[in-house]
């Protein structure tokens, strides 16, 4: 069982900057791909990045563009999105994930475990 903790979201302007940070329990977040996903007022939950257990191996949504960068901290058991030049389309809760396997990152069905998502709004 793992259980995640999301914080850092907020308002913030367009062109402004947020750390979103993922806080997992148990022993075995490093054997999980952490992914980070999205939900904005009446659309669907949508894939923003994802982290693979070993290897820093990385995977974004074409829409992230490098504006968005995720990493982890197997010590800390955390996992962090950096997101810069935000933008009013970026508005949206922002869940982490954790799942066993890489391969399927994108899909959300993919995942086990999720956080109760933290608000980020950007204005314009």
């Known amino acids: 069982q793992v259980q995640l903790v999301e914080s850092g979201g907020g308002l913030v302007q367009t062109g402004g900057s947020l750390r979103l940070s993922c806080a997992a329990s148990?022993?075995?977040?490093?054997?999980?791909?952490m992914g980070w996903f999205r939900q904005a007022p009446g659309k669907e939950r949508e894939f923003v990045a994802a982290?693979?257990?070993?290897?820093?191996?990385?995977d974004y949504a074409d829409f992230v563009q490098g504006r968005f960068t995720i990493s982890r901290d197997n010590a800390k058991n955390t996992v962090y999105l950096q997101m810069n030049s935000l933008k009013p389309e970026d508005t949206a809760v922002y869940y982490c994930?954790?799942?066993?396997?890489?391969?399927?990152?994108?899909?959300?069905?993919?995942?086990?475990?999720w956080g109760q998502g933290t608000q980020v709004t950007v204005s314009s």
């Open positions: 994930a954790a799942e066993r396997s890489w391969g399927r990152q994108s899909l959300a069905l993919e995942y086990d475990y």
């Open positions: 148990g022993r075995t977040f490093s054997t999980y791909t």
């Open positions: 982290i693979r257990s070993i290897g820093g191996i990385t």
